[in-house]
């Protein structure tokens, strides 16, 4: 067959297939959102199949103190909340894949040189503060992609991300349990460890070419001029009384259980059951969140903390009952608030300022749940007091309060977003 001959039509074939792939499209689509919300569910996993029994494997293979072993988990909390402020800025000056991508193979560092630290401190003070850091990165990166994705709605997109949290958080410690068991936790850090780097190598491939931020785009010094903003400073300030609710699951749930005699079995079941109904919730309500628009985001807000906070105050009831019923009611309203809270940051973020801007409530969320994990001390002391039911009236209106506050700002807060919302389309 000579040069030239064949039918037309195979030539446009050929054509087209030798035609490169129109990353564009694939930028702007729903592609970046998916590979994220995927890549997440598969190392979350990894993480909720370490994490929660890192401080037996501590105290009991290496010697440590529950003190040591506290002092390493602030400083996991610190790393991984702390910095997100960082985190963000860096994800707006070099990119949001690219922080991913170096956030999963610092964790994945870390997840390996656990078996090998051996028992002392300081090692595992730096590979845990690695750990936090690069989770930091991997947190702040992974949400600015899917923040940032043009399709399929930005609320409903954070609550897909958030509902494979949710699903890895069910998954993950059931594997860990029997890693735990079988005292091969060691397992458990390779595994995690392999799927960062697996992750690590799709980002590399599947997010290749996304838009990256010219140099000077923004400045370090941009990071100050988020604390000058006034709207950002009081919603991430309400937003706090809506984290330390959720963090209440490791502490004021199973600090109930064994108040009330149950079998602390219990607190296991009930955490799978609430990242159960989560999924259920979010999925339900996700793709109608963004059809309410901004006021409806504001109200759904303000209802969250209600509903979280009322749950919590079912525990004032004894019985296993109520503490199943608080389960079920805090877990709707964790869903509400999880749809929500970033969706209306990333509506306050300047065009170029999306990452830093979610680094703040970032903040939020660990200061949030540095409160929340002292809240401990209170409870012992309104049991040895008898006044539990005082104690769970305070959690309540933790709730309340806040969602009175966003109810009193939604015209002020609903006017700067739109009003930032415009200016971000004319830019």
């Excluded at 309500?285 to 969250?304: E, F, H, K, N, W």
């Excluded at 608030?337 to 680094?359: E, K, R, S």
Aim: proline residues 4%.
């Amino acid at each position: 067959m000579t040069r030239g001959s064949g039918s037309p039509g195979t030539g446009r074939i050929v054509e087209e297939a030798s035609r490169p792939v129109d990353r564009t499209e694939f930028a702007e689509g729903k592609g970046p959102a998916y590979v994220v919300i995927l890549g997440r569910f598969m190392t979350n996993i990894g993480f909720f199949m370490v994490i929660p029994f890192l401080a037996i494997y501590l105290t009991r293979s290496d010697g440590f103190s529950s003190f040591q072993a506290g002092i390493l988990f602030a400083v996991l909390q610190f790393t991984r909340r702390g910095i997100g402020v960082l985190a963000g800025w860096a994800s707006d000056r070099f990119g949001a894949s690219r922080v991913l991508t170096l956030g999963l193979l610092i964790e994945a560092a870390a997840y390996l040189a656990f078996p090998v630290i051996g028992r002392s401190f300081w090692l595992w003070a730096i590979a845990i503060a690695l750990l936090g850091s690069g989770g930091s990165l991997n947190n702040n990166g992974s949400r600015s992609l899917v923040a940032a994705s043009k399709a399929g709605g930005i609320a409903a997109n954070l609550s897909r991300y958030y509902v494979s949290i949710n699903g890895a958080a069910l998954i993950g410690p059931l594997i860990g349990t029997a890693l735990v068991a079988g005292h091969v936790i060691w397992i458990g850090f390779a595994v995690a460890a392999a799927l960062h780097l697996a992750f690590s190598a799709a980002t590399m491939v599947l997010l290749r070419g996304m838009p990256v931020p010219p140099i000077g785009a923004i400045r370090l010094d941009a990071m100050v001029v988020g604390l000058r903003d006034r709207p950002l400073m009081l919603y991430c300030g309400l937003a706090v009384g809506g984290w330390f609710l959720i963090t209440q699951y490791p502490v004021a749930l199973p600090l109930t259980i064994v108040h009330q005699g149950l079998s602390p079995d219990l607190a296991g079941y009930l955490t799978s059951a609430n990242a159960v109904a989560v999924m259920i919730t979010v999925t339900l309500i996700g793709s109608r969140v963004d059809r309410r628009g901004t006021i409806g985001r504001l109200d759904i807000l303000a209802l969250s903390g209600v509903v979280l906070g009322g749950g919590w105050l079912i525990c004032a009831f004894s019985g296993l009952g109520p503490i199943v019923a608080a389960v079920l009611v805090t877990s709707v309203g964790e869903s509400l608030f999880c749809g929500v809270v970033d969706a209306n940051v990333a509506g306050l973020a300047p065009p170029g300022c999306l990452g830093m801007y979610l680094g703040y409530s970032t903040m939020a969320w660990g200061l949030g749940g540095m409160l929340g994990g002292l809240i401990g001390g209170g409870f012992d002391l309104a049991a040895n007091h008898g006044a539990l039911p005082a104690f769970w009236v305070v959690l309540a209106l933790l709730g309340v309060g806040p969602a009175i506050g966003v109810r009193l700002g939604r015209s002020y807060f609903a006017t700067e977003l739109k009003r930032r919302e415009a200016a971000g389309r004319a830019a």
